[in-house]
């Protein structure tokens, strides 16, 4: 063993190395890692409050729209949340106040998106073939002459 | 494995333990083959484990408290989804809504809308931008007989091969049925978008980090609905609990065909689907 | 934008994969291909192998050295990679990355530290001031070069190598599986994945030192052995051979089992990888080699050293180019096929300048010879080649050691 002496030195150097290694990495693993499974526990209450809810839901606008709200959930479109044609509330009130500005979009297109007549839309669905339906020109808001978008019966 | 868990060094007082009928509820059997693989494994995990000292990623029974604290138990829960084809419009309000509620960046989406148009004489199928701004009409080279919208999204799948293929645990499945990605550890390798079948998750050009719907997480826990349910106007995308019996998208799929994507990959998505087609892939 | 033809899932447009991890399993695979290489003499004592054993060992741990960082170029955080290594999850692929390849860098150091002892040692003994010390450092402090410690060096090189022939093996069968584990890719998922990787791997080690081999001996000035090219042909030949077999083998296989698959992945081939796949990969890379070596390995006897030596050295271009294009076409490939099955994406071409460019490429191909060249500035590399020849054509030690760093 007389000649192995290099052996055994580099032995202890692998040692070392490997043991720093390990004790090192005991101070590196992020702290509530592994309380769950393999990843980080607490990147699940991050994720509850990664941000405020955007969307409040149908329900949300009639506090302070009665009106439309009312004829809203009178007319054919009950099912269409006011959020889909104008905007999430949180670009429009925050904290009960209002903060900006709600969208109103009267072109057309908004109602083109769903009502008119293309391939893949089920047939029981209320659709038109914009240009038969629309006798004068097919532009600005011109569904809004004889539908309200709010209770959309001629 | 017989190492106690670590505690969270969190100082919440801990709540009572989740009831019992709930959780067994909601896990169907699979004694066999499987269990006995999974438990080989898990022991071939935790001895691999112990000698490298990583104590810390054995998922040992859990006596924490639940990350929600007080006001949501995720014991207590257990996601599902279900989509009903017929019904959908192809409007692409789901598409805006989640963009518009997780800043989903150009380009990419969490969720999309794909249109199929079927023929005798072939099928074409396209989802311009998503299904952002909707649909417009199409001329096809063969007279269709048949034509749906299929919205798609991640269907946080019980056997992830996303979760599965992550180096750093950054990807992981929530105990209430979530897949969800931790932002702060990803280290933007994109193993996990080129593991999913679907084509769910994508990398964020603007925080290299990967991404992917989270059934959104931040409203589910305050016992809200994802933003796509929340604006569907058709009733076309429901989201339900399993551990409710009385839950409809629980006894949708308790009672109903369903059918789900790529069955034959087994990752055994929870989304469900009505209808689908067998174009759908 | 990238154009589509058929239909993509909207998320499936992009080659996110880029360059880098096309860069990434090439230098692995000229890792574990020159460690067989080595292996080849230190192993299984294939005596013709001995001119390049230690060109090997040393070309395999250069390019160890960079082969971590077409990676971290890749990332997008490479600030959190040692995440890798701390935090890994065991049931990724990717995470076993960490592990296998500090294993094999530790085996390969190991086993270079062996090899050169007697040379480490000899270069303490001649050289004086911090040079002295950073040799004496190198040694450990031990300068035993009696032929007892020599011959343990040898035992140790070799039980190291005979340790590192299954970790090169592994390191690179698994950046096989990487990509052939992934089931939502047909282009990617097969069980032949890693064993293509590994025998490509050893094509383009076997290769690259057929290059290098007579590349270094004509600047040192030494003889190309014979033998020793011939031989490199040879294998070269045998793995070229296994490699291509089963490249095609797993494409007719999808073809004739007319697998779902089949129908987006003829078009790849026939529209997408045209040019990279048949004609680079299969007729000039394959086909071309596969008869010049040919006719190195079958009619040896009757050619000019000169000829065979040029006739090694083209069909080994031809072969590096060959394992190039066909990591770009399983990297990049597997990515202009959407997951939908219905839709490809227009080809990529990469970026020149930026982190993941075509110039960053070329610099990370450079840099292991660079690295060689220091390798041998620090340990020469043809300082001994003759068995147990103890520095018999070295100058003797100028000085004496000196007490203090010597410890035997």
């Not at chain 1, 499974?37 to 409040?56: F, T």
């Not at chain 2, 996601?79 to 789901?94: P, Q, R």
């Not at chain 3, 697998?259 to 081939?269: A, M």
Request: hydrophobic residues 45%; contains cysteine.
């Amino acid at each position: 063993m007389e000649h192995a002496r290099h052996v055994f030195r580099i032995a202890l150097v692998l040692l070392v190395v490997i043991t720093a290694i390990f004790l090192g990495r005991g101070f590196l693993v992020p702290r509530s890692y592994g309380t769950f499974g393999p990843y980080r526990a607490d990147n699940v209450a991050e994720q509850m409050k990664i941000r405020p809810p955007a969307h409040a839901g149908a329900a949300s606008c009639a506090p302070c729209h009665k009106a439309k709200s009312e004829a809203h959930d009178a007319g054919g479109h009950k099912a269409v949340s006011c959020e889909v044609c104008h905007a999430p509330l949180l670009r429009h009130v925050t904290n009960g106040t209002v903060s900006g500005k709600m969208p109103v979009d009267r072109s057309f297109t908004l109602c083109a998106r769903c009502h008119r007549r293309i391939q893949g839309r089920p047939d029981k669905f209320p659709q038109v073939i914009l240009e038969q339906h629309v006798t004068s020109k097919l532009e600005g808001a011109v569904c809004l002459d004889c539908h309200d978008p709010h209770s959309p019966k001629p | 494995m017989d190492h106690a868990p670590r505690p969270l060094a969190s100082t919440r007082s801990p709540s009572p333990p989740p009831e019992a009928p709930a959780a067994g509820a909601a896990t169907p059997a699979d004694p066999g083959r499987r269990d006995f693989l999974g438990a080989a494994f898990t022991i071939a995990g935790g001895a691999v484990v112990l000698l490298a000292g990583l104590d810390a990623a054995a998922s040992g029974e859990t006596h924490v408290p639940p990350p929600g604290g007080d006001a949501y138990n995720w014991e207590e829960h257990r996601w599902a989804y279900v989509i009903d084809t017929s019904k959908c419009i192809g409007c692409g309000s789901c598409v805006r809504g989640c963009k518009a509620e997780n800043d989903v960046p150009d380009g990419f989406v969490r969720t999309w809308v794909e249109r199929y148009i079927v023929g005798p004489g072939g099928s074409y199928v396209d989802s311009p931008k998503g299904g952002l701004d909707g649909f417009p009409p199409v001329p096809t080279a063969f007279t269709p007989t048949k034509s749906f919208f299929v919205p798609k999204m991640c269907n946080h799948c019980k056997e992830t091969p996303c979760v599965q293929v992550c180096p750093v645990g950054a990807s992981y499945r929530t105990k209430d049925g979530v897949v969800l990605v931790d932002g702060k550890s990803c280290i933007g390798c994109g193993y996990c978008v080129q593991a999913c079948p679907y084509g769910s998750r994508f990398l964020n050009p603007a925080t290299h980090t990967a991404e992917k719907c989270t059934w959104c997480y931040h409203r589910i826990t305050k016992g809200l609905k994802p933003a796509c349910v929340e604006v569907c106007p058709t009733g076309t995308r429901a989201f339900g609990d399993m551990m409710r019996e009385d839950d409809p998208v629980r006894q949708t799929i308790d009672h109903e065909r369903v059918s789900i994507l790529q069955a034959h990959l087994l990752t055994e998505p929870q989304c469900f689907y009505l209808h689908l087609d067998m174009e759908v892939r | 934008m990238p154009e589509i033809t058929g239909y993509a899932f909207p998320n499936d447009i992009h080659v996110h994969w880029s360059l880098m991890i096309v860069m990434y399993p090439y230098i692995t695979g000229f890792v574990a291909g020159a460690f067989i290489v080595s292996a080849l003499f230190h192993v299984f004592g294939r005596e013709e192998f001995r001119p390049v054993a230690r060109l090997a060992m040393a070309t395999s741990l250069c390019f160890m050295a960079v082969a971590t960082l077409p990676l971290n170029l890749h990332l997008g955080h490479p600030e959190r990679s040692w995440l890798v290594m701390v935090t890994p999850n065991l049931s990724s692929a990717m995470a076993g990355f960490g592990m296998l390849y500090s294993t094999y860098l530790l085996i390969l150091v190991l086993e270079v530290w062996f090899v050169w002892r007697q040379q480490i040692i000899e270069s303490a003994r001649r050289s004086r001031g911090w040079k002295r010390t950073f040799y004496a450092m190198l040694a450990l402090g031990t300068y035993d070069t009696s032929p007892e410690a020599i011959a343990i060096d040898h035992r140790a090189a070799t039980i190291l190598a005979a340790i590192g022939l299954p970790g090169a093996c592994m390191l690179h069968g698994y950046v096989g599986f990487i990509f052939g584990a992934i089931k939502a890719n047909p282009w990617w998922s097969s069980p032949l994945m890693p064993v293509i990787f590994l025998l490509s791997a050893a094509v383009s080690g076997i290769a690259l030192l057929t290059i290098l081999y007579q590349v270094v001996a004509k600047l040192n000035r030494r003889v190309i052995e014979g033998r020793t090219v011939a031989a490199l042909a040879r294998w070269l030949w045998f793995f070229l051979i296994l490699t291509v077999t089963l490249e095609l083998l797993e494409i007719i296989m999808l073809a004739y089992e007319k697998s779902e698959s089949w129908h987006i992945i003829s078009q790849l081939l026939t529209t997408r990888l045209e040019f990279s796949f048949i004609t680079i990969q299969m007729v000039v890379g394959s086909l071309i080699p596969f008869i010049l070596l040919g006719v190195v390995v079958l009619m040896d006897r009757y050619l000019h050293d000169r000829v065979r030596n040029t006739l090694c050295i083209a069909s080994s271009i031809l072969l590096l180019l060959q394992v190039f294009s066909m990591r770009w076409n399983i990297v990049i490939g597997g990515q202009l096929l959407s997951k939908s099955f219905r839709g490809l994406r227009s080809p990529y071409s990469p970026e020149i300048f930026g982190r993941e460019g075509i110039l960053v490429a070329i610099a990370l191909l450079i840099m292991p010879f660079v690295l060689l060249w220091l390798f041998n500035r620090v340990l020469p590399i043809f300082g001994d080649d003759k068995p147990h020849a103890a520095g018999g054509h070295e100058p003797p030690p100028v000085t004496a050691p000196v007490a203090g760093v010597h410890a035997g």
